[in-house]
């Protein structure tokens, strides 16, 4: 029981600082990415909501710093969730799988980080 403690805080902190790093570098490019070849329908999408995507990685340094310090991180794997999924389908619709790997990693460490903390959720879920 001790070790998956400790395996679930690892995971929780590496989650957190993959949501500040990749955050950050949105702003300022201090790592070379690319979303890869898209769609001209994904292209027109991106630019429809460029305005609001500084306000969600606002929020994901927020997510992963209460992540990093453990202060609501029940909550927080809810909250990430959906989050999660949206970064998934669009990774996966974007059809470029050579970058889509920050997605997966993002979503495997949400879900088990939200299985580990399921005793939380039972009040919520019963």
Known sequence: MKANIKNTQWFRIFLGLFLVVYALNKFFHFIPSSYGQM??????????????????????????????????????YIVLFPLTISFLIF????????????????SVLNIILLFSAKEKYKDLLT
Request: proline share 6%; hydrophobic share 55%; net charge negative.
């Open 91 to 106: 990774s996966f619709t974007n059809k470029d799988f050579n970058h889509m790997w920050p997605a997966l990693i993002v």
């Open 39 to 76: 769609p001209q329908i994904t292209k027109d999408f991106l630019d429809s909501t460029l305005m609001f995507l500084p306000y969600l990685y606002i929020l994901e340094i927020i997510i992963g710093l209460l992540l990093i310090l453990d202060k609501w991180s029940a909550l927080i």
